[in-house]
């Protein structure tokens, strides 16, 4: 109970402090605060009310806390010590367009939850013996020595990466940043859950316990080197380390109170801090010579103002596409759902929504890049 009061108490003292200080027109304030008030008592039931453990209501509780009223209401205060204001991709501010979407918002909770709670009842989950199968330590190994020589392998491209300021492109083609970054670069955390399983399952003397702890220092310090803020994006790292988390530390994770309060650190106040880092516009070895050159400039307040906080911005986006253009009904969804069907054969085959907002941008504003969603 006593972690439940605080998190609360935190969640409501940061709730209050945006509020206290947003300077807008009384409608547009109002309108935010129908949305907080309904995300609240969503979270108090989450934290207070239901027993049963749903990580996945806390990721969303603190995904919407985040994109739609923190990072809009930083926005909201930036867009006041503009002449014009507008935001990254030049769509202009709007309190008519921000009323409308917290008016879209506000009807997704509530019908979402209504459908969490009606719905919820219905699905039992089964419980399954999951046998672990025995991994030896020569298995092991071949991560280690596998990640080792990828390391060595691509070690030109390891050092471009952390030379490379963010805003600077790669000088290496898509499909190879892909294959080594999403799939290369994973071998080691693959390591860390073997052996960890390894110590955990199997019967081990002092010289095999030494022996994997060993293997698991190398697994970590290769995977930290593959996977850090100067070398990835926070997208990426989120999933990484929350995984590292739950495999080391699980008690931080089995209730719903932990896992909304983990989330709601990593997210509210970790996430924009990783900016000093996976967006700072120099290269590690600038870093390494001059360490200031991360506080150069204020990331944080212009980190806000950043295509990484554009979901509430580019729902204003849809709602001015559809003013323009008319309803498509669904129809652009077809591409997500045939999306194994190639463009080459389905000539007609309708844009992604995200592409569409990006296109709207464009035609009307100026901007140019299509890649926002």
Partial sequence: MLLRNFFIFIYLLITVFLFTTLDTSISLWISFMVNALILTFITYYHIFIERKYSPFLSTYIVFNYLFFLVAPLAQINE??????????????????????????????????????????????AKKVELVSKPYSLSSISVFVILSILVLVINY???????????????????????????????????????CLEYRKHTKINTQKWIIVMLLLLACITLLLLFKNPLTEKRNALGPIYLLLIFLFFPKLLNSNVKSTLLLFVVMIIG???????????????????NPSLLFAKNQLSEGYMSLNYDAFINIGVVIEHVEFDGLSYGYQLLSALLFFVPRSLWIGKPDASGLIVGNHVIDHYGFNFANLV
Wanted: glycine fraction near 6%.
């Fill in 79 to 124: 867009f006041n010590s503009m002449e014009t204001p507008v935001f990254t991709h030049n769509f202009p501010f709007s309190e008519l367009t921000f009323i409308k979407t917290n008016g879209l918002i506000a009807i997704f909770h509530i019908v979402f939850f209504l459908f969490y709670v009606g719905c919820k009842g219905y699905i039992k």
């Fill in 156 to 194: 030109s491209f390891f050092l471009d990466e952390l030379a490379r300021p963010s805003w600077m492109k790669s000088t290496y083609n898509v499909s190879y940043l892909l294959i080594v970054k999403k799939i290369l670069f994973l071998l080691p955390l693959s390591g860390v859950i073997l």
């Fill in 271 to 289: 996430f924009p801090l990783s900016q000093f880092l996976t967006h700072v516009d120099y290269g590690f070895g600038e870093i390494l010579s």
